[in-house]
Nanobody, 124 residues
């Protein structure tokens, strides 16, 4: 089993920055791709960014140039640096981990472990 615990969410004004963290514990060696998802009220859960064990990254178009995903394999941490935040970035943000062998996993159902989420609210 793998446990994921997110932190770092909060309330920020538009244009501001937040850094989300995800602490990973348990059977870490089984994990390959890790990702950040978000879900706004009334909307489906959306893949925001993903990172392979080797550092390959993926971003949804709406956050390219503003968000940066990073991974510290030694410390078992996943981060999401969010800059130039917009009101439309308001959502619950979730850390996810996959045991699939693919470098980058974009299929939500292929993520095996999920954190409880951390709320991000961007005011206009």
């Amino acid at each position: 089993q793998v446990q994921l615990v997110e932190s770092g969410g909060g309330l920020v004004q538009a244009g501001g920055s937040l850094r989300l963290s995800c602490a990973v514990s348990g059977s870490i060696s089984s994990i390959n791709c890790m990702a950040w998802y978000r879900q706004a009220p009334g909307k489906e859960r959306e893949l925001v960014a993903a990172s392979s064990r080797g550092g390959t990254t993926y971003y949804v178009d709406s956050v390219k140039g503003r968000f940066t995903i990073s991974r510290d394999n030694a410390e078992n941490m996943l981060f999401l640096q969010m800059n130039s935040l917009k009101p439309e970035d308001t959502a619950m943000y979730y850390c996810a981990a996959s045991r699939r062998p693919q470098t980058i996993v974009v299929v939500t159902a292929w993520y095996d472990y999920w954190g409880q989420g951390t709320q991000v609210i961007v005011s206009s």
